[in-house]
């Protein structure tokens, strides 16, 4: 079973850029490493999804190591609307629809 | 559509009522995922279908009863809570099965409080 470990929160101040750490150890070797974001009283929204190296969309960029036992999230020139939970997502492993939350990073992003 | 419609959006019901949450999702997706979450926890697994047949039950109690009717629609009954089974409750969908398939697609979810 994979387990992710994140800080449990992080402070920011617009316009910088972010990077937040996820450790998963124990991935398996066909497992993707997915993030998402969470504002109060929401369901979660997928950001991010990467298998190794370097991945990159309109609103983060995602480092995945050659040992893949980490990732990194990177959000650049954060705004005050970026405050939230981010949580990196990996499987079990063995079972391809079994994905499990790590705690997740509270991101304070302050004016 | 890239949807997942989740009703009601807030549930309060006693210990002795049988209710039901509905999830609706109209983009082909064939696995269907419960997720419950409590206040400051991430979302924990409860369930996954997958092409409409139950795959992954988290050991969850009896007095949580998921069905799939079809390809687009997922409930959860409920019957005989407890007040700490209180929680917002996610409904999610993904395109695919396999390691690929981690881009789930939430709704906002269904805040139950059992009294």
């Known amino acids: 079973l994979a387990k992710t470990t994140q800080p449990i929160s992080m402070d920011s101040y617009e316009g910088q850029e972010v990077n937040i750490t996820c450790s998963h150890n124990?991935?398996?070797?066909?497992?993707?490493i997915t993030w998402y974001q969470q504002f109060p009283s929401q369901g979660p929204r997928f950001i991010i999804q990467?298998?190794?190296t370097k991945v990159t969309n309109e609103v983060a960029s995602l480092f995945i190591p050659a040992d893949r036992k980490s990732s990194t999230l990177s959000l650049p020139r954060v705004s005050l609307s970026d405050t939230a939970v981010y949580y990196c997502?990996?499987?079990?492993?063995?079972?391809?629809?079994?994905?499990?939350f790590g705690s997740g990073t509270k991101l304070n992003v302050k004016p | 559509d890239t949807e997942v419609t989740q009703t009601p959006k807030h549930l309060v019901m006693g210990m002795t009522n049988k209710k039901s949450l509905k999830c609706e999702q109209h983009?082909?997706?064939?696995?269907m995922y419960w997720y419950k979450q409590k206040a400051k926890k991430p979302p924990e697994l409860m369930f996954v279908?997958?092409?409409?047949?139950?795959?992954i039950n988290e050991s969850v109690p009896s007095r949580f009863s998921p069905e799939c009717p079809n390809s687009s629609l997922l409930n959860l009954h409920l019957h005989a809570l407890q007040p700490e089974d209180s929680a917002l409750y996610l409904c999610?969908?993904?395109?695919?099965?396999?390691?690929?398939?981690?881009?789930?697609?939430f709704g906002e979810g269904s805040r139950l409080t059992v009294l």
């Open positions: 279908y997958s092409y409409e047949k139950l795959s």
């Open positions: 997502l990996v499987g079990d492993g063995f079972n391809f629809n079994k994905f499990y």
């Open positions: 124990n991935i398996a070797t066909n497992d993707y």
């Open positions: 999610a969908s993904s395109q695919g099965l396999g390691p690929r398939a981690g881009e789930l697609f």
């Open positions: 990467g298998y190794k």
């Open positions: 983009m082909g997706h064939r696995a």
